[in-house]
């Protein structure tokens, strides 16, 4: 299996793919090509919260606002299941997650793709990243190393994105933290876990100076008011129910939440 996922929205993903295939029948599976724009993080969270629930797969990623110039191109084996992307730090929180799961002694390797004269400075995912997914799947996680174009590089010398923790006061009753994402829904999703809240349900909590109610579901409130609740990836989130978070809480990506329990 081959999962893809990239920022490029229509068309781009396909010529993805016809390369892909036209190397193997592999089965082919699009997590997501919406993800946000040249975003590393916010690509690095959704994939975090997602890649680990396929079985071992090849990963194709492509969020590469750095394409063209000399940032790596990067395979990176995490037991069973294989990443290949831009070495810009989006493979390395989803590859952590897929690495909790597994034993201590699981393999994990790197690999520098060498890329000689790629047709275009401006789509790797079909010129590089695509060919090496499908190089990967051939060769499978264990034979990484019999690829030509796979150079054995030190795991540590992989660029990092490490998302942001929130801090939490002695007693619990304290937390800062930020918007690590807004999801589709409006949803603002923060740094802050969600073990702050878990047992105010019902109560409220001080969000930035305003008093909001704590729900386990949205239907906890009222169409259109405001709530902060649990969200499936454990964190803490800043909604409303049938409506927007982030425009409610005047909230977006990167901005600072300060909660506060009574």
Known sequence: MITLASDFGLAYPAAMKGVVLSRTDGRLVDVAHDLPRQD?????????ETLPYFPPAVHLVVVDPGVGTDRRAVVLRVGDHVFVGPDNGVLRPPARRVAAEL???APVEAYEI??????S????????????????????????????????????SLSECR???????????????EVLVVDDFGNCIT???????RDAAGETVWVNGESVPVGRTFEAVARGEKLVTVGSHGNVECDVNHGRGDEAFGLAPGDRVELRVD
Request: no cysteine; aromatic share 8%; proline share 8%.
């Open 103 to 105: 034993d201590d002694d």
């Open 114 to 119: 060498d890329v000689p004269n790629p047709e």
């Open 40 to 48: 590393v993080r916010a690509a690095a969270f959704w994939l975090r």
């Open 163 to 177: 998302l942001s923790e929130a801090t939490v006061s002695d007693d619990g009753r304290e937390a800062t933290g």
């Open 191 to 197: 740094n802050v876990p969600g073990a702050f809240v």
């Open 121 to 156: 400075t401006t789509f790797h995912g079909r010129d590089v990243f695509a060919p090496a997914a499908a190089d990967a799947h051939v060769a499978g996680a264990s034979a990484l190393g019999s690829v030509d174009r796979f150079e054995p590089i030190p795991v540590g």
